[in-house]
């Protein structure tokens, strides 16, 4: 699935840094599917009924899944010659930057991405284009990356 980023590759264009969502980003959805799990066990145990427990799983599996496609269907990359972001599955956002347009790169990471590793790196081009890469792991080592190939 992740073959986007070398199917639209010019000739003489080359991937510099790649990189996918942090792993981390499954820590919300499977926290919240567990729940949805253990507030179905308590429905069926308290004689609510199956329906709504069995309607409650399935709203927690979704979630689950959801996530898990979501990293599955992003790809992030820089070549020697644009900032690229791809998410989607059926449908498809790819935003692209310009290396010679990008003026700068900006990294966010709160207390929790501090502590895990992953944070999102923001690429800012002429006027308001913008790229995000959300979730990577390691955004200092990316930044540093494209900081050597803007010059």
Do not use: H
């Not at 000739?11 to 942090?22: H, N, P, Y």
């Not at 792993?23 to 329906?51: D, H, V």
């Not at 069995?54 to 644009?82: C, D, H, M, P, Q």
């Amino acid at each position: 699935m992740k073959n986007y980023v070398k199917n639209t590759l010019d000739k003489g264009e080359k991937i510099i840094v790649s990189s996918e969502v942090s792993k981390w980003s499954y820590a919300g959805p499977i926290g919240f599917g567990a729940f949805m799990f253990y507030l179905a066990s308590l429905l069926i145990n308290t004689g609510w009924g199956q329906i709504p427990a069995i309607l409650i799983i399935l709203f927690g599996l979704y979630v689950i899944v959801s996530a898990f496609i979501s990293r599955w269907t992003t790809e992030y990359a820089v070549t020697n010659r644009k900032v690229l972001a791809k998410t989607g599955l059926i449908s498809r956002k790819a935003d692209e930057l310009r290396i010679s347009k990008v003026e700068g790169c900006d990294v966010l990471q709160g207390i929790q991405g501090r502590l895990l590793g992953y944070g999102t790196l923001i690429f800012s081009g002429m006027g308001t284009q913008k790229v995000q890469f959300e979730m990577v792991p390691d955004p200092l080592s990316i930044k540093k990356q494209v900081d050597r190939v803007i010059g």
